[in-house]
C-alpha cells in the first residue's frame, strides 16, 4: 500500500493531541523502510509545508501555548509508550484486535500547537452563497484562488481531519514538589487552553502525573486545582500518582475509555454539520456535490469507528463516485478523472476493510471483486490490456492481499486450502459467490499480473490512462524482478504459517518462480537455491515437465557459478527424463563441461532387480540369483557403458564384482570368471546370472549394487536402488529359444528379494507326545514328550511350552522342576538312535466356565551337532477339552445345640450389660464323581471365610468320611458350626462364605500325581439377632414326637399364641391351644407335641403350628433341623 499516500490506506482513528509528553519526533524512533521498490506513487505534502494549500489554514492559527516545562518524570514517557500502541499513524489495520474499539491517532504535540482559526477552517464547510461571494478555504472546490477550484473532495480535507483537527485535547502536567506558585501558573495555563478549545467544540482533560504515591497534601492541591479551573472532577483532571506499569496501563486504559464517548460526540457534530450544507453554487456539478457529501459523511462516519452503518456510509459514497466517473471524460478532464480515480480506490480499500473488520471475509472479497468490475467497465475495451491497467490491477491485489495477512485468522483462516471456483468479470466469467481466497494465492495473482504488465508495456501498445502507472520511459528502468521477489516472499511467509494445512505444491511454485526471477537478476545462487527447494516436491509428484525445466535451469546455474561438478550431475539427471521434456534443451546441454574429479550420481540410472531363486537352501546347496539391468536414460546419453558391477553383502560374507569385456554382446549372461559385456548404449535390458556357494548358515542380504560407468568422456558412479515386486511376480530370466528376436524369457518362481537364508538340514528323528484325552478343572495335566534320533548326526534338544485357557496364561513346569519354566535343555545331546522322554506339566486353574479347551503352544529346537547357533525349529499345538471332575451339593440347617445364656446365671467375672449368644448350624456336603475314572480323596477341609466384621465363628464338628470316589459315585459328610458377636458387638446378622478344598489321585494313570481342589460351597447371610422356632421329630414306639423351640435372643418380651390344625394323616394327643404365654429376653421355650401317624406317603405333611405374637406382629415359622424335615410353600412334611 506504499504507493497511496496514507490518506487513502490508513484506518480512520479520531485525532487526539497529547501535549506535555514531547513531540513524536523525539519520543519514538521514526523508520520507513519501502516494502517494495520504486514505482508511481500519491503523496501529499505536510500540512506545515508551504506547498500543502492547508498551511494556509495556519496563517492565522488559534495557538494553544504551554508554558511549563515538559513533563520529566519516569512515568510520563511510559505513558507515552502505552497511548502509541494503541496510535494508528499509517496502519491499514488496527494493532490489537482485541481493543480495536481503544483505537485513535495520538499526535504527540511540543510547547506549541496550532489550530486552524474557526472562521476560515468552517468556510471549507459550506458552499458559495453566490458567485460574487465565494470561500476563502485554501481546499474549497468553490475558491477561485484554490488549487482544489472544482474538484470533488481533496485529499487535503481527509488530511485536515488526520493532522490538524483533534476531536480530544490531552495536557500532560507534573505535579513536583509542594509549590502554590506553580499551582496558580499551571491553573492559568488550564483555564486558558479550555477557553480556546472550547470554541472549536474540542474536548479537554488534563492529566497530573506524580514522582510520589498519593498523600493527603496531593489530594488537596489537585481538588484546588480543580476549584480553580472549573473542570469537571471526574473527567476534567486525572492524576497518576507513582505505581507499577500494570497501574499505569490500567490508566491509560481509563482515559481512552473516558474519551471515546468524547470523540464520537465530535465527530456526529461535524456529520450534523455535512449534513445541513446546501449547493448554493449553481455552477458546480451536482454529482460532484452529492459524491463529495456522501463521502464527507462516511469519512467522519469511519473516524467514529468501523460499524455496519459506516461501511454502509461509504459503498453509498462509492455509488456517488461512480456515477460521476461515468460522467465525465479523460480527454476533456484529465484531473477530475484521475481525481475520480483516487477517491474510488479510498472508497474500495474502506469498504473492503470495513467488511473484514465486521468479519465477513466473503462480502469483502465480492465488494473487491466489484470495485474491479466497476473501474474496467468504464475503460475503453483497448485499454485493457495496456501495462497502467494492469499495473493498477496488480496493485488491488496486492493490497487486498495486505489486509488479508494482517486479519485474524479467525476472520480470513490462514489453513484454508486452493478452492477452485469460477472466475470473476475482471478474468472473464461471471462471479459466483466467491470465498475470500488465502491471502498466499492473491500475492501469487499480483505476481503473475506484475509478469504480464512487464510483457505488455515491452509491447509497446498506446497508453490511454496513465493513473498510477509510469511513463512509457520510466516502466523501461522498472525493477519487475524485484517487485515479484517481493511478492512471492510474502506469499511463502503466508504459506508456511499454516500449521495443519500442508502447501507443499503452492510452495513448491512459490520456490520455482523466485528462482526465474533470481536467475533473471543473475543472481545464480540464489536461484539455485530457490530451485533445490522446488526440485523436491515436482519429483515426487512425478510432474517431469516442470522437473526437467528446474534441472536445466539448475544446470545453467551451476555453469554461470563454475561449479562444473553439480552442471554434470544435473545433467545426468536430465538424461533420465522422458525426451519430450528434455528436446527443448539439447542444444544447450551439448557443450562441454570440464570436469576433473569423481562424479557420483544417487538418482539411479537403471531400473535394477536382484532376484533368488529360491527363498532358502540348505548348507551347502548351490544359491543362484539374477540381476536384472535396463537403462532409463533418454537420447540425450548416445554411449553407455557399465566399466564395472559390484554388488555388496551386508556383513561382507559375498563380494561380486563383474567387470566389463568385449565379448559378445547379449542380453542373458551366466557371470562365471567375473566378466561379461556391458556395453548398454543400445539401452536395451539385461541380466547377470551368478552363483554362489555358502558355508555357513543364516540369512545373507544384498547391501547395494554400485556401477562405475563411462558415457563419452564422462565417467561416473551410480548406486542403484532393487525395485521390489511382489512374490508371486518374480521373474527368473533364460535366454530366450524363440524365434521373434525377444532378449530373454522368464517364469514367475517363489524366491525372494535382495536376500535368501541358509538353514541346516532337519535331522530325522521319531517325535510323538502323549496325554490325556481331556483334562479337569484345578488338574495337573502331565505331558510326555518322545524324540528318538533317526538321524546320523548327533543333536542337542532344547524344548519351549506356553500354555492358555481361553485368556489365561497357565503355569508351565517341565520334568521335576516345581518352579514355572517355559524352557527346558534335555542335559546331554541325543547321539544316533537314542531317545528321551520329558514330562511337561500344565498346571489348570479352577475356571467357572464350561467347554473351555487348554492349548499348548510346544516349540522344538534341534541344535545339530550340540551348536546353540545351528538350530532347526519345529512346533506343535496341542489342544485337550477340559471338563468337570467333580460337583459338589450343599444343605445347611440350624441346630438345637445354639446357646442362650441365662440372665442370672454368670460369674463376676463375665457380668456385661447384655450376653451374647450363640447360634450353631449343621450343614450337609456332597461330594459327585462326575467322571468316568476312579479318584482316591484326602485332607478334606472345610473353611469358613466370614465377611462380617467383629464376628467369631467355629467349626465344631467335621465328619466327611470320603476317602475314594468309584466313577459316576457320591461321598457325604457332615460340618457344624458355631457363629457369635465379639463381646459388646450386635449384629443383626452374618455373612461368610464356606470353601470345601481336598487333594485327589486319579486311580488307574500311569502318574500318581496328587492334584489340589477347592470350591465355593455357599455364599450367604445367617440371620442371628431374629427370633425363631426350630423343630425337630423323634420316633417313640407308637409316637411321633415333635419338638419345637422358640428361641428369643432379643431384649424384647414376647407374648406368644399358637394354634394347631388337625390333620387327617395325624392324630394329636398331647395339644391344647396357649394364649398369651411369655418368652422372656435371652430365653428358649420349648413345645413338645405327640402325633400318631393314621395313614401317609413317604413324606407327609405335619399338622400345621402357628406361632404368633400379635403385639409385634411377628409370626414365626418353623424351621427344619434335621433333614428329615423338609419346608414347603404349604406347609411342614416328614419322611417316614
Known sequence: MFRYPPEITSMLAPLVVVQGLGEDKLLFKQTSTPEFPKDKQIRLHDANSPDNPLSRLLSDPDTIERRLPTVQVASGLELAHVLKDHSLESEYWYKNDDKKHLSFKFKFAGSTFLLPNHAERTDDDHSAASD???STSPISPFNPDSPCYRSILPLEWIQKYRELLPSVFIAVHELDAESD????????????????????????????????????ELEERVATLRKTTSLPSKTGILVLPAGSQKELE??????????????????????????????????????????????????LGEL????????????????????????????????????????????????????????????????????????????PPRSLKSYPVISWIALQLTWLAQLVEKCPESIVPIERPFQQHSSSKWFGNA????????????????????????????????????????????????????????????????????????????????????????????????????????????????????????????????????????????????????????????????????????????????ESQVVFKHRSVSLHEKVHFQLYLRPLVNSLMSELIVERVDIAFAGEEFEIAVENDAGPNTPFNIVADGRANLDFSDKQAKV?????????????????????????????????????????????????????NKPFEYEIVNGAQNGFEVIPKPPEVDFRVSHASIAYKGEKVPITVHVGNQDENTFGLRLHATGKLATTSLKVTWADEAAHSTNYRVPEPLRPQDSTDVELFAYLPLAETNGDTVKIDLQIDYLIDNNENTVVRKTKPLQIPVVDLFKTSFKIYPSLASHIPSLFDVSAA?????????????????????????????????????????TVMETTLTDIPVSQLSAKSTGDGWFEFRCRCADGVFKRSMALELYLSFEYVLLGRPQSLTNEYKVLLWKGTLPHMDPRTLVSVDDAEDALHVTYVIENPTSRIFQFSTTLSTSENFKIRNYRNQHNFSVLPFMKQVVRLEYEQLAGEEWTKLPEFRIYDLNYKIYLNAQPTSERLQARTDGLYVRK
Open 132 to 134: 460574487e461571494s465565494a
Open 181 to 216: 506558585e506553580n499551582d496558580k501558573t499551571l491553573a492559568l495555563e488550564l483555564n486558558d487552553t479550555r477557553e480556546k478549545l472550547a470554541k472549536h467544540g474540542i474536548k479537554f482533560v488534563c492529566l497530573l502525573l506524580c514522582s510520589s504515591p498519593s498523600t493527603p
Open 250 to 299: 490500567s490508566f491509560a486504559g481509563v482515559l481512552m475509555a473516558l474519551i471515546r464517548p468524547w470523540c464520537i460526540e465530535y465527530y456526529a457534530a461535524q456529520e450534523k454539520k455535512v449534513k445541513k450544507q446546501q449547493l448554493m453554487d449553481t455552477s458546480y456539478n451536482e454529482k460532484f456535490w452529492l459524491a463529495r457529501q456522501a463521502l464527507k459523511s462516511a469519512v
Open 304 to 379: 467514529k469507528g468501523v460499524t455496519e452503518q459506516s461501511t454502509k456510509l461509504m459503498e453509498y459514497s462509492y455509488e456517488k463516485l461512480i456515477d460521476v466517473i461515468r460522467s465525465i471524460s479523460l480527454e476533456t478532464q484529465p484531473e477530475r478523472w484521475q481525481e475520480c480515480r483516487l477517491l474510488l480506490d479510498f472508497a474500495g480499500i474502506h469498504i473492503t476493510r470495513g467488511y473484514l473488520v465486521l468479519e465477513n471475509a466473503n462480502m469483502a472479497y465480492k465488494k473487491f471483486d466489484i470495485h474491479l468490475q466497476n473501474i474496467l467497465s468504464v475503460l
Open 431 to 606: 462471479a459466483d459467490g466467491l470465498p475470500m481466497p488465502h491471502g498466499g494465492y492473491i500475492y501469487l495473482q499480483a505476481c503473475s499480473l506484475v509478469h504480464r504488465r512487464e510483457i505488455q508495456a515491452a509491447s509497446g501498445v498506446d497508453v490511454y490512462d496513465t493513473y498510477m502507472a509510469l511513463s512509457p520511459d520510466e516502466e523501461k528502468q522498472f525493477d519487475y524482478h524485484g517487485t515479484r521477489v517481493r511478492l512471492l516472499s510474502r506469499a511463502l511467509e503466508l504459506f508456511t504459517k499454516a500449521k495443519k494445512t500442508k502447501f507443499n505444491r503452492s510452495e513448491s511454485y512459490v520456490y520455482f518462480q523466485l528462482g526465474e526471477e533470481y536467475f533473471g537478476m543473475d543472481n545464480y545462487s540464489m536461484a539455485a537455491n530457490n530451485f533445490l527447494v522446488a526440485l523436491s516436491v515436482f519429483k515426487n509428484e512425478k510432474w517431469n515437465k516442470i522437473v526437467a525445466a528446474i534441472l536445466f535451469r539448475l544446470f545453467q546455474c551451476c555453469v554461470k557459478l563454475e561449479n562444473y561438478r553439480d552442471a554434470q550431475v544435473h545433467r545426468l539427471q536430465l538424461c533420465t527424463l522422458e525426451d519430450r521434456f528434455v528436446a527443448q534443451f539439447r542444444d544447450e546441454l551439448a557443450q562441454e563441461v570440464p570436469i576433473d574429479e569423481p562424479l557420483v550420481l544417487k538418482e539411479p540410472l537403471f
Open 688 to 740: 547377470l546370472q551368478f552363483e554362489l556357494h555358502p558355508d555357513k548358515i543364516g540369512k545373507f542380504t544384498v547391501d547395494g549394487v554400485r556401477l562405475v560407468l563411462r558415457s563419452g568422456p564422462l565417467s561416473f558412479e551410480n548406486q542403484l536402488v532393487s525395485v521390489c515386486e511382489s512374490r508371486d511376480r518374480l521373474k527368473w530370466y533364460r535366454a530366450s529359444s524363440s524365434r521373434f
Open 910 to 950: 463375665d457380668i456385661v450389660a447384655v450376653p451374647s449368644h450363640d447360634r450353631c448350624w449343621r450343614s450337609k456336603l456332597s461330594i459327585e464323581n462326575v467322571s468316568a475314572e476312579d479318584v482316591a480323596i484326602s485332607n478334606v477341609s472345610v473353611e469358613i471365610n466370614k465377611t462380617t466384621p467383629e
